[in-house]
């Protein structure tokens, strides 16, 4: 960890900050109305700390295997810790007691896991359920069509709280594009909530990631997933 690279994460930290609540200002928002988590995928658990001391307080890990192995080091004192990469079922025995909110349910198999070692081990797991609001054959989410009758087959498992809704849109060159997608978004998680369905309650929507959380805010997202433009660019190999 050098000076340098503290020195820029405290800048960018500054940076997303405000460009947080200039977008939530420009919709009648404020920057306590948006739930600011960091995507701390391949970040050392001194960095992710680091973050944390300047006021960060969610993170969010892709990869099983990387939650448990920094679990013990991450300053969570006031700090949320969440799950928001792809869950596998034979996984999930693993974080259940570990994590304050699971972003990628996207299947009904995967919440009865939830509900059944939540029951196990006596908590209550929040989760969010994932929409592939693109179609894309490549990511995983329900697609929008099938979203309500998930949400309801799911809706009355033991230990399992709905806390709304997250999506990860195609990658788009124009802007234009990706207000669509998110607008689409957002009009589902409003006709959802209108909806009322009992053990549903549609408190998050999270979308928007380090290229698009400003339009993100300015469509309705209440929570935005900000990886790079806070930790910088990531080496995957």
């Known amino acids: 960890m050098t000076e340098k690279l503290l020195t820029d994460v405290e800048y960018n930290y500054k940076t997303i900050c405000e460009n947080i609540n200039r977008a939530a200002q420009s919709v009648g928002k404020s920057f306590d109305d948006i739930t600011f988590l960091a995507a701390t995928k391949t970040v050392d658990v001194s960095v992710i700390n680091y973050a944390i001391s300047l006021g960060l ?136 909530k209108g909806k009322n369905i009992d053990n549903i309650s549609m408190d998050i929507l999270s979308m928007g990631m380090s290229d698009d959380y400003e339009e993100a805010i300015k469509c309705g997202a209440t929570m935005i997933r900000v990886g790079s433009a806070l930790f910088g660019a990531r080496n995957y190999t």
């Open 57 to 192: 307080k969610n993170i969010g890990e892709n990869k099983v295997q990387e939650l448990l192995s920094k679990y013990d080091d991450y300053d969570l004192s006031n700090c949320s810790l969440q799950f928001i990469g792809h869950l596998q079922s034979n996984k999930v025995r693993q974080i259940v007691t570990k994590v304050d909110l699971i972003q990628s349910v996207d299947s009904v198999k995967l919440a009865k896991e939830i509900s059944r070692l939540s029951v196990q081990n006596n908590v209550t797991s929040n989760i969010l359920v994932e929409v592939n609001i693109g179609g894309e054959e490549n990511k995983s989410g329900v697609s929008p069509d099938g979203l309500l009758d998930l949400l309801c087959e799911i809706k009355d498992l033991p230990s399992l709280c709905v806390k709304g809704l997250m999506t990860i849109p195609p990658i788009c060159q124009n802007s234009q594009k990706i207000y669509k997608f998110f607008d689409k978004m957002h009009n589902m998680f409003i006709d959802i």
